[in-house]
C-alpha cells in the first residue's frame, strides 16, 4: 500500500512538472459547452499521461475521467480511478495558477485514496480512510469540528446569484463566501481547516479525490439532498466539518 | 530613491516575519461593526511598527491607516503613508493565508511607490510610476490589456449578490468571478495579468498601495461614477486593465 501511494505521488509530480514546463508556451484551447468551459491540450496531455499510467501499473483497473470518452461508467464496482487532470482549467489558462491535478481511487464505490496536487504551489494533499492525510510529506491533523457560523464558506458564484438550495442564506449564516473556480482548492480548504464548507455543482472527478481525504478525516459530504453521490454525471454538491454539513443539509 | 524603496521594503519583509512567528500563537480577536468585521493583536501591533518606522525615518510625513485613530486625514497634502496593517483579516484568523500588508506612499495627493506583501506566500509587490513593478526582486511585464470579456473578475460578494452598479451583468460579460475577501490579492491579481478588473467597495489602506501600483502599468481605477477616488471613508472602487475598465465604467 505504501508503494501504491509512493507510485501514485510520483505520477502526480511527473503530471505537474509537465504543465510547469508547458506555462511558457502556446495554449491550444477549445470551447466546450460555453465560452467558459475550456479544453486545452495540457488537459488532453496529462489525462493520456496518467491513464497510460494506471493501464501499465493496474490493467485490470476502470477509468473514470474528465475529457475524451472517459466520462461515464456504468458501475463502480471493481477497482475505479477517477482522474482530473486539470481542475480549474478556467484559473490554469487565464491565471496561471489555482489549478489541480486530482486522483481519487475507489474500490467497489467506495473511497480509497485521494490526491489532490496544487501544481503551483507545489502542495500535494493525499490521503484515506485508516491513512490519515498529508501534504507533500507532513502529516496534517483533523481541522476543529467547527459550525457553519464559525467558518468560510466556500461557494458556486451560479448557485449563489440564483440562490439554488439557499445558498444566500447558507452564505449569510457563514462568516463569508469564497469562491476560487478550482474544486481541489476549495477541498483542501475545507480539509486543512481553512473553511468549514463547500457547496456547488460537480461532476464525479471534481469530488472523487476530496471525498476519499475528508474520508480520512470522517468530514461529510453528499449530494445537496443528503443522498449519496452517484458518480454519474453533475451534482448539487456539499461537504463540510460534521458541524456544518448538519447545518446546512438542515436549512435544506 | 532606492535607498527608500529598500528600507520600506525591509520594513515590510519584517513585518511579516512578526506575523508568520505569531502564527502558532493564541490571537487577541475583537469585533468591530460586525461578527465579520475583525481586529486581532496582531493588526494593532503590526500598525504600531509600521506607524514608528514612518516616524522615524520621516517625520514630517502624515499616516493613514487602519487601526486605532489613525483612520481620517483631513487632506492629502504633503508626504503621506497609508498603511493597512493587515488585510484580509477575517482570512488571517480563519484561514492563516491570503492576507497583506500594505503601504502606499502619496505626495500632495499623487501616488509616488506602493507595496503589497502576500506574507504567506512570501510574494511583496511594489512598484509607482517611472519605477515599474516588481514582484521580490524580479520586475514584472505590464500585462496584455485584456477586454473584460477576456478574463476573470474579484467581486465583492454583498454588491454581486443585490446586483449594485450592473454587478451581476458585469460578473456574466466577464469569463468568471472570484472572491478571495482581500483587496491585496485582488489587486495583486490584476497587476500580475490574472484577472482584469476588480468591482468592490473600499477604504483608502485598502487601495492606496494597489493603485500606486496600477499607476506604474497605467492601469485604470477609480470610484464606480467614474470620479476620483477621494481618500476620506469607504467608496465604490472599480479597477482594471484599460480595456476592462472602460468598458465597465459603460456599463454604469
Redesign the interface.
Known sequence: MDQQIQEIKQWLYQAGDKIKSSLSAELSIDEKSS??DLVTNMDREIQNFLIDKVHQNYPEAKILAEENGYNELTSMSGEVFVIDPIDGT??FV????NFCIMVGLYEEGRSKLGFIYNVMQDELYWGGRGYGVFCNEKQLERPEDKALTE??IGMN?HM??HNHYQA?AI?KRS???????CAGIELI?VIKG??VAYLTNLSPWDYAAGCAILDAFDFRYSRIDGQSLSFNGREHFVAGTPKAYSQMIGML
Open positions: 465560452r467558459t478556467l484559473n487565464l491565471e496561471k495558477e467558518g468560510l458564484a449563489y446569484l444566500q452564505g462568516m463569508g463566501v469564497r469562491m476560487s473556480g480548504a481553512a473553511r
